[in-house]
């Protein structure tokens, strides 16, 4: 073969991939590159005001970040943090079937639940838990109006900051969670669930085995949302004398009055969990996205580069 008709190939098939749309290309645009350009030295300005100001005290950070007190405050959040989320999440998969289902009572009370701990701040519910004891003093079980007592504890002994804390954060994670769930259950083609009604699956089973791991895809991300927001709720739980993160630094801070480097502590922990979590949050969006995305122009372009010399054959017969 000639190397003339080598290169009326080549420019045959360059011309084919020009009118393709899957090979278009935007025009260069100047005022990204000058946009990218400002926030970039913006960026550099402001994290080197931030590193050079003597004011952060960074051998103090440097000093408390991984100190015995500061550590177990974070063992602390991290474990509110993966009790409640867990309760919240299963009691709002509960709330969230009882919210779409027909029986008007379930329905009823999961609405006024999701009413009443969305509707009223979590740092009232966290406060109420914890001085529960002033309305109840004790907790029993009792025959209703009747003095016949089953079994009875002091409300003092059994509400903690730990229990109150627990109670506070998944009660009120719980509503958040319903309605997600329940969003993501609507989300799900109704031509499934009368799929499963003509193989005669029971509610729960069809729930168990077909809507819920459908439904994934569209609760995973606001879950993860929620994640990131529970780690940051946990700090509320130092105003009932709960040691978390921040009760921590803020024990310290008291005694040593460095206010600034300490708390910069509890920012960079915080910033660190988050990070990590939005990680992990990424992964499983893509684990139950499989087989949703599609590399369309890919195999546009690999398509085209195999069509290519057919093409211009074509094209020079038109001519």
Do not use: C
């Not at 393709?20 to 025009?27: C, E, K, L, Q, Y």
């Not at 409300?155 to 109150?164: G, H, K, V, W």
């Not at 502590?265 to 990424?282: E, K």
Request: net charge positive; proline share 4%; glycine share 6%.
């Amino acid at each position: 073969m000639s190397p003339v008709t080598n290169n009326s190939r080549a420019r045959d098939k360059a011309d084919v991939q020009q009118r393709d749309v899957a090979f278009a290309r935007s025009a260069p645009t100047y005022g990204r590159w000058i946009s990218w350009i400002l926030v970039l030295v913006i960026a550099a300005n402001f994290l080197w005001l931030v590193a050079t100001n003597p004011n952060f005290e960074w051998n103090v950070v440097l000093q408390w970040f991984t100190e015995g007190s500061v550590m177990k405050g974070l063992q602390v959040t991290l474990g509110l943090t993966v009790v409640s989320m867990i309760l919240g999440t299963l009691l709002g998969l509960l709330l969230g079937v009882w919210r779409l289902s027909e029986n008007k009572l379930l329905s009823g009370l999961s609405s006024l639940y999701i009413w009443f701990f969305r509707g009223t701040p979590l740092l009232v519910q966290l406060i109420f838990w914890y001085n529960l004891s002033t309305l109840f003093p004790t907790i029993a079980i009792t025959l209703p109006w009747t003095d016949i007592t089953f079994a009875s504890w002091n409300t003092n002994d059994l509400i903690t900051p730990l229990t109150a804390a627990i109670a506070g954060l998944a009660l009120n994670e719980a509503a958040y969670m319903a309605e997600i769930i329940r969003a993501g259950l609507l989300s799900v083609d109704n031509g499934q669930v009368e799929t499963t009604q003509a193989f005669g699956m029971s509610r729960s089973r069809a729930l168990r085995r077909v809507i819920i791991p459908q439904a994934m895809r569209s609760i995973i991300p606001p879950t993860g949302n929620q994640l990131i927001s529970m780690i940051k709720a946990t700090s509320l739980v130092s105003v009932i004398a709960m040691g978390d993160l921040l009760y921590s630094v803020q024990a310290v801070y008291n005694r040593t009055f460095e206010i600034i480097p300490m708390l910069m502590v509890a920012v960079i922990w915080y910033l660190l969990i988050t990070s990590i979590l939005n990680l992990g949050q990424s992964a499983i969006e893509r684990y139950y996205a499989r087989g949703t995305t599609r590399t369309v122009v890919n195999k546009r372009r690999v398509a085209a580069n195999e069509a290519a010399p057919a093409v211009a054959h074509r094209l020079k017969e038109d001519v």
